[in-house]
Protein backbone atom coordinates (compact mmCIF):
# COMPACT_ATOMS: atom_id res chain seq x y z
CA UNK A 1 0.00 0.00 0.00
CA UNK A 2 3.01 2.67 0.78
CA UNK A 3 3.82 2.07 -2.82
CA UNK A 4 0.28 3.04 -3.61
CA UNK A 5 0.29 6.02 -1.53
CA UNK A 6 3.72 6.89 -2.88
CA UNK A 7 2.62 7.24 -6.67
CA UNK A 8 -0.26 8.98 -5.41
CA UNK A 9 1.31 11.92 -3.36
CA UNK A 10 4.01 11.86 -6.73
CA UNK A 11 1.13 13.84 -7.75
CA UNK A 12 1.36 17.38 -7.07
CA UNK A 13 -2.26 17.62 -7.48
CA UNK A 14 -2.86 14.82 -4.83
CA UNK A 15 -0.27 16.50 -2.66
CA UNK A 16 -1.00 19.60 -2.22
CA UNK A 17 -4.47 18.50 -1.47
CA UNK A 18 -3.75 15.69 1.15
CA UNK A 19 -0.32 17.02 2.71
CA UNK A 20 -0.61 16.89 6.23
CA UNK A 21 -3.67 15.08 6.11
CA UNK A 22 -4.99 11.84 7.91
CA UNK A 23 -3.95 10.07 4.41
CA UNK A 24 -1.01 11.91 4.67
CA UNK A 25 -0.18 10.83 8.00
CA UNK A 26 -0.81 6.89 7.03
CA UNK A 27 1.16 6.72 4.33
CA UNK A 28 4.28 8.12 6.39
CA UNK A 29 3.46 5.43 9.19
CA UNK A 30 3.41 3.04 6.25
CA UNK A 31 7.10 3.68 5.50
CA UNK A 32 8.40 4.29 8.54
CA UNK A 33 10.91 2.35 10.39
CA UNK A 34 10.15 3.17 14.15
CA UNK A 35 8.05 0.15 15.55
CA UNK A 36 6.15 2.31 17.25
CA UNK A 37 4.83 3.79 14.31
CA UNK A 38 4.67 1.39 11.78
CA UNK A 39 1.27 0.43 10.69
CA UNK A 40 0.05 -2.44 8.18
CA UNK A 41 -3.17 -1.88 5.64
CA UNK A 42 -5.70 -4.13 4.41
CA UNK A 43 -7.53 -4.28 1.34
CA UNK A 44 -11.30 -4.57 1.51
CA UNK A 45 -12.87 -5.41 -2.32
CA UNK A 46 -14.58 -8.63 -2.64
CA UNK A 47 -18.47 -8.92 -1.23
CA UNK A 48 -20.89 -11.64 -1.35
CA UNK A 49 -21.35 -12.18 -5.45
CA UNK A 50 -16.77 -12.26 -5.37
CA UNK A 51 -13.74 -10.85 -5.82
CA UNK A 52 -13.09 -10.59 -9.56
CA UNK A 53 -15.99 -8.70 -10.78
CA UNK A 54 -15.74 -5.79 -8.67
CA UNK A 55 -16.65 -3.43 -10.69
CA UNK A 56 -20.12 -5.62 -11.21
CA UNK A 57 -20.14 -6.94 -7.49
CA UNK A 58 -19.35 -3.91 -5.13
CA UNK A 59 -22.93 -3.36 -3.38
CA UNK A 60 -20.91 -0.98 -1.00
CA UNK A 61 -22.78 2.26 -0.84
CA UNK A 62 -21.23 5.18 -0.40
CA UNK A 63 -22.94 8.95 1.64
CA UNK A 64 -21.10 11.93 1.40
CA UNK A 65 -20.74 13.27 4.61
CA UNK A 66 -22.53 17.03 5.34
CA UNK A 67 -20.46 19.94 4.28
CA UNK A 68 -17.23 17.79 3.81
CA UNK A 69 -15.18 17.75 0.25
CA UNK A 70 -14.00 14.08 0.42
CA UNK A 71 -15.41 12.44 3.69
CA UNK A 72 -18.13 9.38 3.24
CA UNK A 73 -20.17 6.86 5.63
CA UNK A 74 -19.75 3.90 4.11
CA UNK A 75 -22.49 1.10 4.50
CA UNK A 76 -21.87 -2.73 3.23
CA UNK A 77 -21.15 -6.13 3.71
CA UNK A 78 -17.26 -6.76 3.17
CA UNK A 79 -17.76 -10.59 2.90
CA UNK A 80 -13.33 -11.48 2.75
CA UNK A 81 -11.27 -8.41 4.10
CA UNK A 82 -7.46 -9.24 4.13
CA UNK A 83 -5.37 -8.08 7.41
CA UNK A 84 -8.26 -7.46 9.64
CA UNK A 85 -5.47 -6.49 12.50
CA UNK A 86 -4.64 -3.78 10.27
CA UNK A 87 -5.00 -0.12 11.37
CA UNK A 88 -6.46 0.94 7.91
CA UNK A 89 -7.51 -0.33 4.63
CA UNK A 90 -8.59 0.55 1.17
CA UNK A 91 -11.63 -0.13 -0.20
CA UNK A 92 -14.20 0.01 -2.91
CA UNK A 93 -18.28 1.51 -2.65
CA UNK A 94 -20.27 3.45 -5.11
CA UNK A 95 -21.23 7.37 -4.29
CA UNK A 96 -25.14 8.17 -3.50
CA UNK A 97 -26.57 10.87 -3.03
CA UNK A 98 -28.35 11.87 0.39
CA UNK A 99 -32.04 11.64 -0.85
CA UNK A 100 -31.50 8.11 -2.92
CA UNK A 101 -29.67 6.07 -0.04
CA UNK A 102 -32.76 5.30 2.01
CA UNK A 103 -34.31 3.74 -1.62
CA UNK A 104 -31.37 2.45 -3.00
CA UNK A 105 -31.48 -0.90 -3.80
CA UNK A 106 -28.37 -2.85 -4.15
CA UNK A 107 -30.43 -5.54 -5.74
CA UNK A 108 -31.52 -3.55 -8.68
CA UNK A 109 -28.53 -4.85 -10.67
CA UNK A 110 -29.05 -1.90 -13.80
CA UNK A 111 -29.48 1.27 -11.14
CA UNK A 112 -26.81 0.05 -9.14
CA UNK A 113 -24.08 -0.87 -12.28
CA UNK A 114 -24.57 2.86 -13.65
CA UNK A 115 -22.85 4.03 -10.56
CA UNK A 116 -19.29 3.48 -11.19
CA UNK A 117 -17.39 2.48 -7.87
CA UNK A 118 -14.70 4.59 -6.03
CA UNK A 119 -11.59 3.99 -4.11
CA UNK A 120 -11.66 5.12 0.10
CA UNK A 121 -9.55 5.17 2.31
CA UNK A 122 -10.92 4.58 6.15
CA UNK A 123 -9.17 3.66 9.72
CA UNK A 124 -10.18 0.59 11.82
CA UNK A 125 -10.35 2.55 14.67
CA UNK A 126 -11.67 6.26 15.68
CA UNK A 127 -11.99 7.88 18.69
CA UNK A 128 -15.05 8.62 20.59
CA UNK A 129 -16.27 11.14 22.97
CA UNK A 130 -14.44 10.23 25.55
CA UNK A 131 -11.22 10.17 23.45
CA UNK A 132 -10.93 6.13 23.63
CA UNK A 133 -10.40 4.29 20.01
CA UNK A 134 -13.21 2.12 19.06
CA UNK A 135 -14.15 0.65 15.60
CA UNK A 136 -15.16 3.29 12.95
CA UNK A 137 -18.05 2.10 12.60
CA UNK A 138 -17.52 -1.75 11.72
CA UNK A 139 -19.01 -4.41 12.89
CA UNK A 140 -16.78 -8.25 13.11
CA UNK A 141 -19.57 -10.80 11.89
CA UNK A 142 -16.98 -13.52 11.89
CA UNK A 143 -13.45 -14.45 11.47
CA UNK A 144 -12.56 -16.74 8.40
CA UNK A 145 -12.00 -20.30 9.33
CA UNK A 146 -9.56 -20.62 5.85
CA UNK A 147 -7.80 -23.83 4.14
CA UNK A 148 -4.42 -21.77 4.65
CA UNK A 149 -2.44 -18.52 5.89
CA UNK A 150 -4.51 -18.91 9.10
CA UNK A 151 -1.91 -17.17 10.83
CA UNK A 152 -3.08 -13.42 8.54
CA UNK A 153 -6.76 -12.65 10.16
CA UNK A 154 -9.64 -12.49 7.72
CA UNK A 155 -13.03 -11.64 8.67
CA UNK A 156 -16.39 -10.58 7.11
CA UNK A 157 -17.48 -7.05 8.33
CA UNK A 158 -20.52 -5.31 8.28
CA UNK A 159 -19.39 -1.66 7.38
CA UNK A 160 -22.60 0.90 9.08
CA UNK A 161 -21.53 4.61 9.01
CA UNK A 162 -17.65 3.55 8.40
CA UNK A 163 -16.09 6.95 7.92
CA UNK A 164 -13.77 7.47 5.08
CA UNK A 165 -12.17 9.48 2.56
CA UNK A 166 -12.35 9.06 -1.43
CA UNK A 167 -8.82 9.08 -2.52
CA UNK A 168 -9.46 8.18 -6.17
CA UNK A 169 -12.00 10.20 -8.66
CA UNK A 170 -15.42 9.87 -8.66
CA UNK A 171 -15.87 6.58 -10.09
CA UNK A 172 -12.28 5.70 -11.10
CA UNK A 173 -12.09 3.32 -8.27
CA UNK A 174 -11.12 0.46 -10.58
CA UNK A 175 -8.22 2.21 -12.53
CA UNK A 176 -6.69 2.75 -9.14
CA UNK A 177 -6.67 -0.60 -8.09
CA UNK A 178 -4.81 -1.67 -11.42
CA UNK A 179 -2.54 0.92 -10.06
CA UNK A 180 -1.72 -1.70 -7.52
CA UNK A 181 -1.80 -4.81 -9.62
CA UNK A 182 1.23 -4.59 -11.06
CA UNK A 183 2.50 -4.48 -6.96
CA UNK A 184 0.10 -7.01 -5.49
CA UNK A 185 0.66 -9.39 -8.09
CA UNK A 186 4.47 -9.12 -8.08
CA UNK A 187 4.94 -9.87 -4.56
CA UNK A 188 2.01 -13.15 -5.15
CA UNK A 189 4.60 -14.08 -7.06
CA UNK A 190 7.42 -13.98 -4.96
CA UNK A 191 5.25 -15.72 -2.22
CA UNK A 192 5.13 -18.63 -4.57
CA UNK A 193 8.45 -18.75 -5.87
CA UNK A 194 9.69 -18.35 -1.98
CA UNK A 195 7.41 -21.28 -1.13
CA UNK A 196 8.80 -23.54 -4.20
CA UNK A 197 12.74 -23.08 -2.96
CA UNK A 198 11.64 -23.61 0.71
CA UNK A 199 9.94 -26.69 0.34
CA UNK A 200 13.05 -28.01 -2.59
CA UNK A 201 15.54 -27.21 0.07
CA UNK A 202 13.64 -29.35 3.10
CA UNK A 203 13.58 -32.20 0.31
CA UNK A 204 17.23 -31.91 -0.53
CA UNK A 205 17.65 -31.88 2.91
CA UNK A 206 15.79 -34.61 4.23
CA UNK A 207 16.92 -36.72 1.14
CA UNK A 208 20.14 -36.40 2.51
CA UNK A 209 19.44 -37.55 6.26
CA UNK A 210 16.86 -40.72 5.63
CA UNK A 211 18.20 -43.96 4.97
CA UNK A 212 16.67 -46.41 3.25
CA UNK A 213 17.33 -49.40 1.17
CA UNK A 214 20.85 -49.70 2.15
CA UNK A 215 21.93 -46.17 1.46
CA UNK A 216 20.58 -42.19 1.22
CA UNK A 217 17.85 -41.40 -0.50
CA UNK A 218 19.62 -38.69 -2.46
CA UNK A 219 22.10 -41.43 -3.85
CA UNK A 220 18.69 -42.73 -5.66
CA UNK A 221 18.76 -41.91 -8.83
CA UNK A 222 14.81 -41.82 -9.52
CA UNK A 223 14.97 -39.35 -6.32
CA UNK A 224 17.71 -37.71 -7.55
CA UNK A 225 15.89 -36.58 -10.67
CA UNK A 226 12.82 -35.83 -9.09
CA UNK A 227 14.70 -33.32 -7.02
CA UNK A 228 16.73 -31.93 -9.80
CA UNK A 229 13.42 -30.93 -11.68
CA UNK A 230 12.16 -29.39 -8.64
CA UNK A 231 15.61 -27.42 -8.67
CA UNK A 232 14.95 -26.29 -12.42
CA UNK A 233 11.75 -25.57 -11.65
CA UNK A 234 12.41 -23.42 -9.32
CA UNK A 235 14.71 -21.68 -10.77
CA UNK A 236 13.50 -21.18 -13.87
CA UNK A 237 10.45 -19.14 -11.68
CA UNK A 238 12.72 -17.04 -10.26
CA UNK A 239 13.77 -16.14 -13.50
CA UNK A 240 10.61 -14.71 -14.67
CA UNK A 241 9.78 -13.68 -10.82
CA UNK A 242 13.23 -11.12 -11.44
CA UNK A 243 12.71 -10.07 -14.73
CA UNK A 244 9.60 -8.51 -14.01
CA UNK A 245 11.34 -7.08 -10.93
CA UNK A 246 13.82 -5.64 -13.07
CA UNK A 247 11.14 -4.42 -15.18
CA UNK A 248 9.38 -2.78 -12.28
CA UNK A 249 12.47 -0.75 -11.32
CA UNK A 250 12.77 0.39 -14.37
CA UNK A 251 9.63 1.98 -14.55
CA UNK A 252 9.64 2.97 -10.80
CA UNK A 253 12.89 5.12 -11.65
CA UNK A 254 11.56 6.61 -15.03
CA UNK A 255 13.95 4.80 -17.39
CA UNK A 256 11.88 1.96 -18.69
CA UNK A 257 11.30 2.43 -22.51
CA UNK A 258 7.96 1.61 -24.30
CA UNK A 259 9.19 -1.88 -25.19
CA UNK A 260 9.54 -2.32 -21.03
CA UNK A 261 6.38 -0.29 -19.98
CA UNK A 262 4.47 -3.10 -22.47
CA UNK A 263 5.95 -5.84 -21.51
CA UNK A 264 5.43 -5.06 -17.67
CA UNK A 265 1.97 -4.57 -18.40
CA UNK A 266 1.13 -8.20 -20.26
CA UNK A 267 3.67 -9.96 -18.39
CA UNK A 268 2.87 -8.93 -14.93
CA UNK A 269 -0.75 -11.28 -15.28
CA UNK A 270 1.34 -14.02 -16.63
CA UNK A 271 3.50 -14.15 -13.65
CA UNK A 272 1.07 -14.50 -11.29
CA UNK A 273 -0.98 -17.16 -12.85
CA UNK A 274 1.73 -19.13 -13.84
CA UNK A 275 4.39 -19.00 -10.63
CA UNK A 276 0.89 -19.57 -8.24
CA UNK A 277 0.33 -22.65 -10.06
CA UNK A 278 3.59 -23.84 -10.64
CA UNK A 279 4.19 -22.95 -6.49
CA UNK A 280 1.29 -25.77 -5.87
CA UNK A 281 2.31 -28.39 -7.85
CA UNK A 282 5.99 -28.08 -6.60
CA UNK A 283 4.99 -28.18 -2.89
CA UNK A 284 2.45 -30.58 -3.30
CA UNK A 285 5.22 -32.83 -5.12
CA UNK A 286 7.59 -32.09 -1.94
CA UNK A 287 5.14 -33.27 0.35
CA UNK A 288 5.19 -36.81 -1.30
CA UNK A 289 9.51 -36.77 -0.94
CA UNK A 290 9.18 -36.46 2.95
CA UNK A 291 6.53 -39.61 2.46
CA UNK A 292 4.52 -40.31 5.86
CA UNK A 293 5.98 -37.75 7.90
CA UNK A 294 4.60 -34.66 4.58
CA UNK A 295 1.52 -35.21 6.05
CA UNK A 296 1.56 -35.22 9.67
CA UNK A 297 1.58 -31.87 11.36
CA UNK A 298 3.75 -31.96 13.89
CA UNK A 299 6.59 -31.66 10.47
CA UNK A 300 5.08 -28.39 9.47
CA UNK A 301 5.18 -29.23 6.00
CA UNK A 302 1.20 -29.40 5.28
CA UNK A 303 1.34 -25.66 6.31
CA UNK A 304 3.36 -24.96 3.33
CA UNK A 305 0.61 -27.04 1.10
CA UNK A 306 -2.32 -25.35 2.81
CA UNK A 307 -0.50 -22.35 2.42
CA UNK A 308 0.32 -21.84 -1.08
CA UNK A 309 -2.90 -23.17 -2.27
CA UNK A 310 -4.16 -19.71 -1.73
CA UNK A 311 -2.09 -18.35 -4.54
CA UNK A 312 -3.53 -19.23 -7.72
CA UNK A 313 -6.51 -17.22 -5.77
CA UNK A 314 -5.53 -14.00 -4.49
CA UNK A 315 -4.77 -11.43 -7.42
CA UNK A 316 -7.25 -13.11 -9.77
CA UNK A 317 -7.52 -16.09 -10.37
CA UNK A 318 -5.72 -18.63 -13.51
CA UNK A 319 -9.24 -17.86 -15.26
CA UNK A 320 -9.80 -14.16 -14.65
CA UNK A 321 -5.71 -13.51 -15.45
CA UNK A 322 -5.59 -15.85 -18.77
CA UNK A 323 -8.70 -13.23 -20.20
CA UNK A 324 -6.46 -10.64 -19.43
CA UNK A 325 -3.97 -11.36 -21.67
CA UNK A 326 -6.76 -11.25 -24.53
CA UNK A 327 -7.89 -8.03 -23.55
CA UNK A 328 -4.23 -6.84 -24.30
CA UNK A 329 -4.61 -8.10 -27.50
CA UNK A 330 -7.36 -5.73 -28.57
CA UNK A 331 -7.09 -3.37 -26.62
CA UNK A 332 -3.02 -2.60 -26.38
CA UNK A 333 -1.57 -4.70 -29.73
CA UNK A 334 0.98 -2.50 -29.40
CA UNK A 335 1.83 -4.15 -26.66
CA UNK A 336 2.16 -7.15 -27.91
CA UNK A 337 4.08 -6.60 -30.45
CA UNK A 338 6.46 -5.32 -27.87
CA UNK A 339 6.05 -8.61 -26.52
CA UNK A 340 6.80 -10.66 -29.49
CA UNK A 341 10.11 -8.30 -30.01
CA UNK A 342 11.34 -8.43 -26.70
CA UNK A 343 11.26 -12.43 -26.68
CA UNK A 344 12.95 -12.51 -30.30
CA UNK A 345 15.78 -10.25 -28.11
CA UNK A 346 15.73 -12.92 -25.76
CA UNK A 347 16.10 -15.93 -28.35
CA UNK A 348 18.63 -14.74 -30.71
CA UNK A 349 20.47 -17.84 -31.69
CA UNK A 350 17.96 -20.04 -29.90
CA UNK A 351 16.85 -23.53 -31.31
CA UNK A 352 14.66 -23.93 -33.83
CA UNK A 353 11.83 -24.71 -31.32
CA UNK A 354 12.05 -21.37 -29.52
CA UNK A 355 11.84 -19.23 -32.34
CA UNK A 356 8.97 -21.92 -33.48
CA UNK A 357 6.42 -21.11 -30.63
CA UNK A 358 7.29 -17.65 -31.13
CA UNK A 359 5.61 -17.73 -34.35
CA UNK A 360 3.02 -19.62 -33.22
CA UNK A 361 1.67 -18.13 -30.35
CA UNK A 362 2.14 -14.58 -31.84
CA UNK A 363 0.44 -15.57 -35.23
CA UNK A 364 -2.28 -16.87 -32.66
CA UNK A 365 -2.53 -13.54 -31.47
CA UNK A 366 -2.36 -11.41 -34.49
CA UNK A 367 -5.30 -13.30 -36.14
CA UNK A 368 -7.33 -13.27 -32.76
CA UNK A 369 -9.30 -9.96 -34.02
CA UNK A 370 -10.90 -12.29 -36.62
CA UNK A 371 -11.85 -14.95 -33.76
CA UNK A 372 -15.43 -14.99 -31.91
CA UNK A 373 -15.25 -14.06 -28.22
CA UNK A 374 -16.25 -17.85 -27.18
CA UNK A 375 -13.06 -18.89 -29.48
CA UNK A 376 -10.65 -16.94 -27.76
CA UNK A 377 -11.85 -17.40 -24.38
CA UNK A 378 -11.70 -21.39 -25.05
CA UNK A 379 -7.94 -20.87 -25.68
CA UNK A 380 -7.37 -18.37 -23.03
CA UNK A 381 -6.01 -20.58 -20.44
CA UNK A 382 -3.64 -22.70 -23.17
CA UNK A 383 -2.60 -19.17 -24.55
CA UNK A 384 -1.44 -17.87 -21.07
CA UNK A 385 0.40 -21.16 -20.06
CA UNK A 386 2.27 -21.55 -23.38
CA UNK A 387 3.35 -17.93 -23.05
CA UNK A 388 4.58 -18.27 -19.91
CA UNK A 389 6.72 -21.38 -20.57
CA UNK A 390 7.64 -19.56 -23.88
CA UNK A 391 8.66 -16.21 -21.56
CA UNK A 392 11.03 -18.25 -19.34
CA UNK A 393 12.80 -20.81 -21.78
CA UNK A 394 13.75 -17.40 -23.60
CA UNK A 395 15.37 -15.48 -20.17
CA UNK A 396 16.66 -19.16 -19.54
CA UNK A 397 18.85 -18.89 -23.29
CA UNK A 398 19.69 -15.10 -22.22
CA UNK A 399 21.08 -16.19 -19.57
CA UNK A 400 22.71 -19.09 -20.89
CA UNK A 401 24.14 -16.60 -23.68
CA UNK A 402 25.80 -14.28 -21.10
CA UNK A 403 27.10 -17.14 -19.26
CA UNK A 404 29.37 -18.13 -22.38
CA UNK A 405 30.01 -14.64 -22.46
CA UNK A 406 31.54 -14.51 -19.59
CA UNK A 407 33.39 -18.17 -20.15
CA UNK A 408 32.59 -19.53 -16.14
CA UNK A 409 32.36 -23.09 -16.91
CA UNK A 410 30.62 -23.85 -13.82
CA UNK A 411 27.44 -21.34 -14.29
CA UNK A 412 27.60 -22.48 -18.08
CA UNK A 413 27.02 -25.77 -17.01
CA UNK A 414 24.27 -25.09 -14.63
CA UNK A 415 22.72 -22.49 -17.32
CA UNK A 416 22.57 -25.28 -19.49
CA UNK A 417 21.03 -27.43 -17.48
CA UNK A 418 18.26 -24.83 -17.00
CA UNK A 419 17.95 -23.60 -20.57
CA UNK A 420 17.44 -27.78 -21.53
CA UNK A 421 14.90 -28.49 -19.04
CA UNK A 422 12.76 -25.23 -19.80
CA UNK A 423 13.18 -26.58 -23.57
CA UNK A 424 11.59 -29.88 -23.19
CA UNK A 425 9.11 -28.77 -20.95
CA UNK A 426 8.16 -25.87 -24.00
CA UNK A 427 7.75 -28.23 -26.36
CA UNK A 428 6.36 -31.51 -24.46
CA UNK A 429 3.67 -29.05 -22.42
CA UNK A 430 2.85 -27.15 -25.08
CA UNK A 431 -0.90 -26.93 -25.96
CA UNK A 432 -2.39 -26.88 -29.78
CA UNK A 433 -4.56 -24.17 -29.80
CA UNK A 434 -8.22 -25.27 -30.91
CA UNK A 435 -9.14 -22.58 -34.01
CA UNK A 436 -11.47 -24.86 -35.57
CA UNK A 437 -14.37 -25.79 -33.26
CA UNK A 438 -17.56 -23.73 -33.12
CA UNK A 439 -19.43 -21.80 -30.19
CA UNK A 440 -22.03 -24.83 -31.19
CA UNK A 441 -19.51 -27.65 -31.17
CA UNK A 442 -18.13 -25.76 -27.24
CA UNK A 443 -21.99 -25.75 -26.32
CA UNK A 444 -22.18 -29.38 -27.83
CA UNK A 445 -18.93 -30.74 -25.83
CA UNK A 446 -18.76 -28.98 -22.73
CA UNK A 447 -22.02 -26.71 -21.42
CA UNK A 448 -24.29 -29.98 -22.19
CA UNK A 449 -22.55 -31.33 -19.67
CA UNK A 450 -23.61 -29.39 -17.15
CA UNK A 451 -26.80 -28.72 -18.80
CA UNK A 452 -29.13 -28.99 -16.06
CA UNK A 453 -27.03 -27.27 -13.30
CA UNK A 454 -27.46 -24.12 -15.16
CA UNK A 455 -29.99 -21.75 -13.72
CA UNK A 456 -31.35 -19.07 -16.06
CA UNK A 457 -29.94 -15.67 -13.79
CA UNK A 458 -29.19 -16.75 -10.77
CA UNK A 459 -26.36 -15.90 -9.23
CA UNK A 460 -26.24 -19.01 -7.43
CA UNK A 461 -22.17 -17.96 -6.23
CA UNK A 462 -23.97 -15.21 -4.07
CA UNK A 463 -26.34 -17.50 -2.24
CA UNK A 464 -23.88 -19.42 -1.90
CA UNK A 465 -21.53 -17.15 -0.22
CA UNK A 466 -25.24 -15.72 1.85
CA UNK A 467 -25.57 -19.73 3.03
CA UNK A 468 -21.79 -19.68 4.32
Excluded at 34 to 53: A, C, N
Excluded at 58 to 65: E, H, L, P, R
Excluded at 150 to 160: G, H
Excluded at 312 to 330: Q, V
Aim: proline share 2%; net charge negative; charged share 25%.
Amino acid sequence: RHLFFEKKFASAEFKAEHSGSDIHKAYQQLITRDPEEFITSGQWMTEKRGGSDVSGATDTVAVKMNGSKNEYALYGFKWFTSATDSSMSLTLARIVHDKDFENFDINERKRKEAVPVSMFFLRMRKPNSQGEQVLNGIEIVRLKDKLGTKQLPTAELILDGTEAIRISDEGRGIAEIVGMLHITRYHNAISSVAYMRRMTNLAMDYGKRRFAFGTNVIKKPLHVLMLSKMELDTRGNLLFVLEISRLLGLVDVGKATEQDTAVLRVSSSLLKLFTAKEGVRLTSEGVECFGGVGVMENSHIPVLLRDSQVLPIWEGTTNILSLDLLRACHREPKAIECLENYLNENAKGASDSVTKTIENIFGFLKESRSFSPQLLEFNARKLSFNMSRLIITTLAHRVYSDSQSDGISQYESMDKALLDHWTKRMEMEFEPLDLQISTDEINKQFLELFSDDIGEDVDSRGEMRSRL
